[in-house]
Each structure stands twice: as C-alpha cells, then as structure tokens.
C-alpha cells in the first residue's frame, strides 16, 4: 500500500498564538487518523498475494497425521486437469470448506471421498486408478498421497505435467486448456453420479458495480458451468439464482463468500483484476 504523509504549515509558537497552534495540532491529528483509517480500510479491499501457481489450491489433510503415513498433500492443479469441479463437489461430496469432510482412510477404504475413485478398479485414460487406502502394511504407494515432508515421491510435479499447457499471467489458463481440449474433463462416475438430462446454460450477463469507481463485471454462466454445473455454486455459495437478488461485494468476496469462494482457493486468484472487470489493471499487487 502507499504511504502517505500531511505537511502543513504550522506558525511558529509565539506567546499569543497557542490557541492557532493546538488548532493545527488537533486538525493534522484528525486528519492523520482520518487517512489512516481508509488506508486500513482499503488493504481490508485487496486480497493477499497469492503463493506460487505449484501451490495454488494445495490442500493438506492432517486431521489423522498422528498414526499412519502422515498428511496428505491433495493438488488440485492435478485433479482440475482431468475431472470437473462438480463431480468431486457435488457427486462424491468434498466440503468446500478445509477440514469438514471427515474424509479418513475408513471411508477411503469404503468407497467414499477418494475412495470413489481410487478403488483399484475405477479407470481414467484407460488405465484403473490405484487405491487410496487398504488394510494391507505401510507401503511406497501410501507416500504418492501422504507426501508431505517427502522428497521423490510423487509421480507429477507442477512444472513438467503443465509445461505444453497454455498459460496465464498467473499460472495456468485452464480456461483455453479446457476450451482447446487439451485436458478432457471427467463428470460422470459410473456408481457415484447420477444420470441427468443436458443443463440449458443459463445467458451471460454484466454486474454494475454500486459504486462508480468500480470497473463494470462481465460473468460467463458458459465458462462456469463446464466446470461446476449449476449445483455447485446454487444454493449453497449463491443462494438466489435470480438476478439481482444477491447483494455480494469485493470485500465478502475477500473474506471467502460468493466468488471468493473459489477465487480465493483453486480458481484464478481474486488479484487478476481483468478475468473479470475486462477495463480495470491486470493485477492487484
């Protein structure tokens, strides 16, 4: 943030004028604390820097590292690659909050959570995917999960997996990658989602900002329902679907409500300004 400063001039104490002095002490006093608030106020506006793209919407599952393996280090970079948010949302039920799933290596075990997926039978790419937890002793193949703290580990890191993929100012354009089929998104689990007809794609449509210093938002219903569906962001993240009867801000959004609810996790962070408002500066320093 900038810093600012108040010069005025002051008279020089002079015996008769210390009633002029004490008033310009007063005002620069108001006057400092008056900028410092909407200093204060306006960081409580921008959201925090983002970490490095590798660990962006990096999750780790340490609610049972006190036995076993240790904590699971979950990326989503490598996950969004291959399957929509919402089948893993909103089919197998992931919270979207950190530490509420109650995911553990019994429901893993049982086929809930990871466990939908990484059965040892389910397959993606024509191959089965390998199973996430088991009865059977600790082995190499429970680190390709539970790496934190482990080096050589894992079988993708970020930089060679999304090296030919197209990018963004930050990170990766998922967007084009989707778009130009480079990555081909899963939906549908056999056992675990359920059959639907064909969602009609509700219009595209601009947000006029409440305040005339705020550059106008365009929102692409197109762009985020291949990822989330409808069900994902309604009702839970927006709970009316009707148009202007949900009052949201940049700031709930900072604090991790609306928009925020993903722009501040795995998708493009909140700092890339012109993802959204298509006139305002790139990014948000």
């Given at each position: 943030m900038p810093t600012y400063s108040i010069r005025r001039r002051i008279p020089p104490r002079m015996p008769g004028n210390e009633s002029i002095h004490n008033s310009c002490s007063a005002f620069l006093f108001v006057a400092a604390i008056f900028v410092a608030a909407r200093v204060a106020s306006a960081q409580i506006y921008l959201p925090q820097p983002p970490p490095p793209a590798s660990q962006y919407g990096q999750v780790i599952l340490n609610s049972h590292a006190a036995t076993g393996p240790g904590p699971v280090v979950f990326d989503h970079w490598l996950h969004r690659s291959k399957f929509t948010c919402r089948l893993?949302?909103?089919?197998?039920?992931?919270?979207?909050?950190?530490?509420?799933?109650?995911?553990?290596?019994?429901?893993?075990?049982q086929g809930f959570h990871c466990g939908a997926c990484h059965n040892g039978t389910t397959a993606f790419d024509g191959k089965p995917?390998?199973?996430?937890?088991?009865?059977?002793?600790?082995?190499?193949?429970?680190?390709?999960c539970h790496s934190a703290g482990r080096?050589?580990?894992?079988?993708?890191?970020?930089?060679?997996?999304?090296?030919?993929?197209?990018?963004?100012?930050?990170?990766?354009?998922?967007?084009?990658?989707?778009?130009?089929?480079?990555?081909?998104?899963?939906?549908?689990?056999?056992?675990?989602?359920?059959?639907?007809?064909?969602?009609?794609?509700?219009?595209?449509?601009?947000?006029?900002?409440?305040?005339?210093?705020v550059h106008p938002i365009a929102f692409s219903h197109q762009k985020h329902t291949v990822w989330n569906g409808c069900e994902l962001?309604?009702?839970?993240?927006?709970?009316?679907?009707?148009?202007?009867?949900?009052?949201?801000?940049?700031l709930a959004n900072i604090q991790g409500q609306y928009c925020g609810?993903?722009?501040?996790?795995?998708?493009?962070?909140?700092?890339?300004?012109?993802r959204c408002h298509a006139s305002a500066p790139l990014w948000a320093p």
């Amino acid at each position: 943030m900038p810093t600012y400063s108040i010069r005025r001039r002051i008279p020089p104490r002079m015996p008769g004028n210390e009633s002029i002095h004490n008033s310009c002490s007063a005002f620069l006093f108001v006057a400092a604390i008056f900028v410092a608030a909407r200093v204060a106020s306006a960081q409580i506006y921008l959201p925090q820097p983002p970490p490095p793209a590798s660990q962006y919407g990096q999750v780790i599952l340490n609610s049972h590292a006190a036995t076993g393996p240790g904590p699971v280090v979950f990326d989503h970079w490598l996950h969004r690659s291959k399957f929509t948010c919402r089948l893993c949302h909103v089919d197998i039920g992931f919270a979207m909050q950190a530490n509420t799933t109650g995911v553990s290596a019994s429901t893993n075990a049982q086929g809930f959570h990871c466990g939908a997926c990484h059965n040892g039978t389910t397959a993606f790419d024509g191959k089965p995917t390998f199973a996430s937890c088991s009865n059977r002793p600790e082995t190499k193949q429970c680190y390709r999960c539970h790496s934190a703290g482990r080096k050589d580990v894992r079988q993708y890191d970020y930089e060679s997996y999304t090296a030919k993929f197209p990018k963004a100012f930050y990170g990766i354009d998922w967007e084009a990658a989707e778009k130009s089929h480079m990555i081909q998104l899963t939906d549908f689990v056999e056992g675990v989602s359920m059959k639907k007809a064909p969602m009609k794609n509700r219009e595209d449509f601009g947000v006029t900002p409440r305040y005339s210093w705020v550059h106008p938002i365009a929102f692409s219903h197109q762009k985020h329902t291949v990822w989330n569906g409808c069900e994902l962001c309604h009702p839970e993240i927006f709970p009316a679907a009707e148009k202007g009867t949900a009052h949201y801000s940049m700031l709930a959004n900072i604090q991790g409500q609306y928009c925020g609810a993903c722009h501040l996790k795995v998708a493009f962070p909140l700092n890339n300004c012109q993802r959204c408002h298509a006139s305002a500066p790139l990014w948000a320093p």
